[in-house]
């Protein structure tokens, strides 16, 4: 594959990575939609177990907790025995913790020091101890999730086809899900993996379906309860609906506008009793609320076939294009991204069936893409990652002098710089505009990211190379000037990663 | 106020430091805005007031609440109509020393929709638009009042936390405060770094508030995550309010309760009993003189759902408290929750405008006059007759 330019690393990807070659000159666009198809190198190392395995970890730990409650007669305590304590569970709601999908703000303290456990690389390299019998199955679990937040950080670092992160963590946040209530842990990377990953490069519509279906996407938005009221069960017990998926799912991963409460309640009944779990995807009769559901102006009856009809629909719909394109264009290019782009990419979305390589290529094409003017601020994921690749790290490194036990602890870096990895504080993802990342307690976060990476690193380099490399003709000549007259060379470095232009993409 | 004002205000002061910059105008040094002090805590995910604070005396309310309700008889009683959720009995005391109201059946302008975000922007950004439409300034009402407010200086209004929060935002310089670790950059690196920042638009202001608070928080203990405790959060606020401070705010989220809502809704009335108690604590005597407002973004069904929890609705609660409150009661005007009361059949219906709360206090507290209050700081807002929430 040929290697990619600056411009197309910069801005389609997570900057340049040390110790590999760019192309010279701006930007292609399709030498950028090739690494859609190439073999990619960093799936062998990187890639996490799939969704069936996270099914059976889970269920033998179910089974073993039981069967060691059944024993001590103790509901509970035996789980506390086996360190962890909470491991967090999926598709068994009674156990779920916390409810909401919707935890921006103060509160999340408590679930974001998971993210951050200061010890959590011990024992690393890579992939560690999910299948080490040695431990118990909470461990292994634990260990898990640990492990989808190393590839998380580790793959975009030492990928070579970068835009292919690029758009798996665009899209994982369009469509969002979050450990932030901590109850999908376990299935959160099976999302990214098995929802997301697939569809980049295939229909929109396809993609919106494998994330309703996905089970993690289900309890995140606290589907898996509803009931039909008129349903079997709904009326035996009493039971009834819960509007949070439908109503997201219109709000956040579809259309966004243009519909009404009626809309979202008789959808919420479309949905009720629709179940992903061990024995696959399906909608259980007795749980759905029978008969006719009029939504948008479509009639639909009962099942899977015809909840799939309405995502169908719905992809197909202008708002659900208008929406699409926006959050593209705003994605790569500008906060206020140019409205004859967004019109374009809505376009070509609808005239292809919702097929998102068409889209990409009208995007690559417009002006803005190659414009060496870098309007967007990178998230605190893409910083981190654009710093790793500069130093050619993958963030699981040990002899980084300087930080805790030698450690780097992207997470708790990421997290002091608001974005604790795989917990986006609302079910609308992490902000996609700058002015989510600069608050003066995550702007100071980001300065000191770079001078403990900048110490821990800088007196093997030349900073003003590293400008350079960093940033080409981007590099403006008061940064060029501000790196080279530093004092030491790590303090060169540490102006250059926390410089704006280092900050920008 | 004209938006070409704020624009060219901003536009001058991009590049000062935040707190004492000389090139202020005198105005804003002209005078202390007073011992007054004011809290807005923004609720995020829509609380379910009808939970925290029942009404047990209407009639309907139990058959709505079959499960969420059962616990009524044990219930921490207000008063004859009115018991409070069993996770706030911490705040009882509160109450009864007249410290501690709520104003219930209350609701932003915002009524066409209820999506979390178009309605926290509302309460933030404080419209009248029933679509939820931001003022064109898109800035937060609390900022817009330090315009209108005698004496308000740059560190007059304080928000804590990690994030930007809409309420405060926009051209009135104001503080930003959450721990964060000390430099190690030698000075000249500093200045270089600074330098750099300086010159690019968008970062140069706030890369100026980030060494701000670099140098103003030598020691404090430096949180693990993006949050801090809820105890923790409380001393900080009061800690800045004993300060320069006299306006603080800061985001309180995890309201969004669709299911089991009772293992979420005791959580969160914990941490908010801790925090009110923590700035109680941290003000002392200061707390006399002291308004702490929570709001909502709206509030969720009448009716609890098929899973044990509420779904996104209209009337909303937000809570009062502090020893400037006449306290001890609970404010508005009771809809009623039987037959033909709820709003489309679901919501609780909402009897008055929730930026009244905020209107009144800033117009006794900090001396912004009416016609601002009713046209620049909550557009279209009728404050009626003064609510009597104040000593």
């Known amino acids: 594959m040929e290697a990619p330019s600056l411009i197309e690393e910069i801005r389609f990807g997570y900057g340049p990575r040390a110790g590999t070659s760019l192309s010279p000159g701006g930007l292609e666009p399709e030498r950028l939609l090739a690494q859609l198809t190439a073999p990619d190198d960093s799936a062998a190392v990187w890639s996490r177990p799939p969704l069936a395995v996270r099914f059976a970890l889970q269920e033998q730990y179910k089974a073993e907790k039981m069967a060691a409650d059944l024993l001590t007669g103790k509901q509970g305590k035996t789980a506390k025995a086996v360190k962890p304590p909470k491991v967090p569970e999926i598709a068994t709601s009674a156990e779920m913790t916390k409810t909401p999908q919707m935890n921006a703000g103060a509160d999340m303290a408590k679930t974001a020091e998971m993210a951050m456990t200061p010890d959590m690389h011990k024992g690393s390299p890579l992939m560690p101890r999910a299948d080490d019998p040695s431990l118990t199955l909470g461990q292994r679990l634990k260990q898990m999730q640990f492990g ?180 593209m264009a705003r994605h790569f290019i500008a906060d206020v991204p140019p409205p004859d782009l967004v019109q374009a990419l809505s376009a ?158 | 106020m004209p938006n070409d004002l704020i624009l060219s205000r901003r536009a001058f002061l991009i590049g000062c430091s935040i707190a004492a910059s000389p090139l202020l105008t005198p105005v804003t040094f002209a005078a202390a805005p007073g011992e007054n002090r004011l809290v807005v805590i923004i609720l995020r995910g829509a609380m379910d007031g009808l939970d925290v604070v029942r009404p047990l005396g209407d009639p309907a309310y139990a058959a709505l609440r079959p499960t969420l309700a059962a616990d009524a008889a044990t219930n921490p009683r207000l008063n004859d109509f009115w018991a409070l959720h069993p996770a706030a009995a911490g705040l009882m005391p509160m109450w009864q020393a007249g410290h501690l109201g709520f104003a219930h059946a209350v609701a932003t302008p915002y009524r066409q929709g209820r999506s979390h975000f178009v309605g926290q922007d509302a309460l933030e950004n404080g419209t009248g638009g029933a679509d939820g439409t931001q003022t064109p300034s898109h800035d937060g009402w609390l900022n817009r009042a330090l315009f209108l407010m005698p004496g308000a200086r740059a560190d007059t209004a304080v928000s804590v936390g990690q994030q930007r929060l809409l309420v405060l935002d926009g051209a009135h310089e104001t503080d930003h405060w959450f721990p964060v670790s000390e430099s190690p950059l030698s000075d000249q690196g500093q200045n270089l770094l600074a330098a750099v920042n300086a010159a690019d638009p968008l970062f140069a202001q706030p890369f100026a508030e980030a060494q701000h608070l670099v140098r103003n928080l030598k020691g404090t203990q430096i949180p693990n995550g993006p949050n801090l405790p809820y105890r923790q959060l409380g001393s900080y606020v009061a800690e800045r309010l004993m300060g320069p401070s006299r306006i603080a705010s800061f985001s309180f989220g995890g309201w969004d309760t669709h299911r089991q809502q009772d293992r979420t809704m005791t959580e969160q009335l914990t941490n908010l009993t801790d925090v009110l108690l923590a700035m109680q604590e941290g003000l002392g005597r200061a707390w006399n003189s002291t308004l702490v407002l929570a709001m909502t973004e709206f509030g969720r069904t009448a009716r609890e759902n098929g899973t044990v929890g509420t779904d996104h609705g209209t009337g909303g609660m937000a809570v009062l408290a502090g020893g400037a409150l006449k306290g001890g009661q609970v404010f508005g005007k009771w809809p009623g929750l039987g037959d033909g009361n709820l709003l489309q059949d679901r919501d609780l219906m909402p009897t008055a405008d929730v930026r009244s709360y905020p209107a009144w206090a800033l117009r006794a507290m900090f001396g912004v006059d009416a016609g601002g209050l009713q046209s620049t700081v909550f557009p279209g807002l009728d404050m009626g007759s003064d609510p009597g929430i104040l000593l």
């Not at chain 1, 009944?269 to 102006?297: C, F, H, Q, Y």
């Not at chain 1, 990421?414 to 917990?423: H, N």
């Not at chain 1, 609302?426 to 990342?437: L, S």
């Open chain 1, 348 to 505: 070509t979305y609808l005239k292809n069936d919702t097929e998102l390589v068409p889209v990409y290529r009208t995007l690559l094409q417009h002006p803005s893409a190659s414009d060496t003017n870098l309007q967007k601020v990178r998230a605190p994921h893409e910083y981190a990652v654009a710093t790793l690749r500069l130093m050619g790290l993958n963030g699981l490194e040990q002899n980084m002098t300087g930080f805790p036990k030698d450690s780097l602890h992207v997470p708790a870096a990421m997290a002091r710089m608001g974005q604790p990895p795989y917990r986006a504080l609302r079910p609308d993802g992490w902000p996609e505009v700058a002015d989510g990342w600069m608050t003066p307690p995550m702007m100071a976060a980001r300065v000191d990211w770079a001078i403990d990476i900048a110490r821990a690193t800088g007196d093997r380099v030349e900073p003003a190379a590293m400008v350079d490399f960093a940033l080409g003709d981007m590099a403006t000549p008061l940064l060029q000037h501000a790196v080279a007259g530093a004092e030491q060379r790590w303090e060169g470095l540490a102006v250059l990663i926390a410089s704006p232009e280092f900050s920008r993409r």
């Open chain 1, 148 to 327: 989808d937040v190393e590839s998380y950080i580790g793959r975009p670092a030492v990928t070579a086809v970068a835009f292919v992160e690029r758009l798996v963590n665009m899209w994982s946040n369009r469509i969002s899900i979050s450990n932030a209530s901590n109850n999908v842990g376990n299935f959160l990377q099976s999302f990214r993996d098995d929802a997301i990953r697939p569809n980049i490069a295939g229909r929109y519509a396809d993609m919106l379906k494998a994330a309703l279906w996905h089970p993690a996407m289900q309890v995140y938005l606290t589907q898996t309860d509803s009931i039909g009221p008129d349903s079997v069960v709904g009326k035996a017990k009493g039971k009834g609906l819960n509007e949070n998926l439908a109503r997201e799912f219109l709000e956040l991963h579809s259309m966004g506008h243009g519909y009404t409460q009626t809309d979202v309640t008789e959808f919420a009944k479309l949905l009720s009793g629709m179940i992903n779990d061990t024995n696959g995807a399906r909608v259980v009769p007795r749980r759905a609320e029978p008969g006719k559901k009029k939504i948008l102006g479509v009639t639909y009856g009962e099942g899977m076939n015809e909840i799939n009809r309405l995502v169908e629909n719905v992809a197909h719909r202008q708002e659900t294009a208008d929406a699409v394109a926006f959050f």
